[in-house]
C-alpha cells in the first residue's frame, strides 16, 4: 500500500505541501518541492494560514472560511500563472494542505492546430509545449529524457518548418496570435 502511495503523491499533477499550526512544512511532494527551489511560497499562503488555524482553535472556521480557497500568482521567471488551492483539515491535528497548480501557457494555444498548420511531430510540439511554458533546453531534455542536442534539434527544425529564424519570436508570435 506505501507504494501505492507514494507512487501516487509523485504522479499528482501538482504540487502538494502540508502545514502545521506552527506553519512548518511538514510534507511536500517532489513538484512542490520543484516549486520551491524556484520560487518563495506567497507571503499570502502563510497569512491565510495563520488566520485559518487562529479560527479553528476559536471554533469558527466554518464562519471564517465557508468555501474554497485560491490564491493566483504570477512569477518573475515563469510564463505561467499560479493556483494555489488550500484545504483544511481539523482532525486529529488541524492542518492545512496546499496544492500548486501551474497553469502552463501552452493550455491557453491550439497546439494540436499548430502541430497539423506546420507539421510539426508530436515529439516537435512537446518540445514547443515546453519552451512556451518558459523551460530552458537542459530542462526540456530532462523532462523528455534525452540531451541538449537533441532538443536544439527538434528546436532548428520547429524554425525551420515555422519559418522563423529564431524560436524566441515563433513564441513571440504565437502567443501574440499574430501567425
Known amino acids: 500500500m506505501d507504494d ?9 499533477p501538482s504540487g502538494v505541501l502540508v502545514l502545521n499550526q506552527d506553519l512548518e512544512i511538514k510534507f511536500c511532494n517532489q513538484k512542490a518541492i520543484d516549486f520551491l527551489n524556484r ?13 485559518i488555524f487562529q479560527a479553528i482553535n476559536k471554533s469558527n472556521i466554518r464562519e471564517e472560511f465557508p468555501g474554497e480557497i485560491y490564491i493566483t500568482r504570477k512569477f518573475d521567471g515563469s510564463p505561467s500563472t499560479w493556483i494555489f488551492r488550500m484545504f483544511i483539515s481539523e482532525e486529529p491535528k488541524p492542518f492545512v494542505q496546499v496544492h500548486i497548480i501551474e497553469e502552463p501557457v501552452s493550455n491557453k494555444l491550439d497546439l494540436n492546430k499548430i502541430r497539423q498548420q506546420f507539421k510539426l511531430t508530436r515529439r516537435e510540439t512537446d518540445v514547443l509545449r515546453r519552451v512556451l511554458d518558459g523551460l530552458e533546453n537542459i530542462e526540456i531534455a530532462e523532462e523528455l529524457d534525452t540531451d541538449t542536442q537533441t532538443i536544439q534539434d527538434y528546436l532548428n527544425n520547429i524554425c525551420r518548418k515555422t519559418g522563423f529564424h529564431d524560436i524566441s519570436v515563433l513564441v513571440h508570435s504565437l502567443l501574440n496570435d499574430s501567425i
Not at 501505492?4 to 499528482?12: C, R, Y
Not at 520560487?39 to 488566520?51: A, Q, R
Open 39 to 51: 520560487f518563495e511560497l506567497p507571503d499570502e499562503i502563510t497569512n491565510v494560514s495563520t488566520k
Open 4 to 12: 501505492f502511495i507514494d507512487s501516487t503523491l509523485k504522479n499528482i
